[in-house]
């Protein structure tokens, strides 16, 4: 399996005083932002919720290196409203065949 990279995205305040809107007003450019990481065909997954101390989400993407995932990486406009980490993930098994909300991102 191929090496990819977890970008894990943090709000600045949990998932209990986050104000959604904040994420709504951001929401039409992070679906373009993850538009154009499908067409380079680097998209592998993609998600959002609350975690147990921050709102938050999580986009898994093929990248050449750290240093071109973080490029890919510093589009998303949820930046503007929190902070991340990048995980590399040596990946052993996966089997990410769910498209129920695929529409979204090619619409």
Same mark, same amino acid.
Not at 40 to 45: E, Q, R, T, Y
């Given at each position: 399996m191929p090496t990819l990279? $977890?970008?894990v995205w943090r709000a600045h305040e949990s998932d209990a005083t986050f104000d959604d809107k904040t994420f709504i007003d951001r929401l039409p450019? *992070?679906? +373009?932002? *993850?538009?154009?990481l499908k067409a380079?065909?680097?998209?592998? $997954?993609c998600g #959002?919720?609350?975690? /147990?101390e921050y709102a938050g989400g999580m986009t898994?993407?093929? $990248?050449?290196?750290?240093?071109? $995932?973080?490029? +890919?990486?510093?589009?998303?406009?949820?930046? /503007?409203? #929190?902070?991340h980490d990048l995980l590399v993930w040596d990946v052993f098994y996966a089997d990410l065949v769910d498209h129920a909300s695929i529409e979204k991102l090619t619409s």
């Open positions: 990279y $977890a970008f450019r *992070l679906l +373009l932002w *993850l538009r154009e380079k065909n680097v998209l592998v $997954a #959002g919720g609350g975690f /147990e898994v993407i093929r $990248a050449d290196s750290p240093d071109h $995932a973080r490029e +890919l990486f510093s589009g998303d406009p949820m930046l /503007e409203i #929190g902070t």
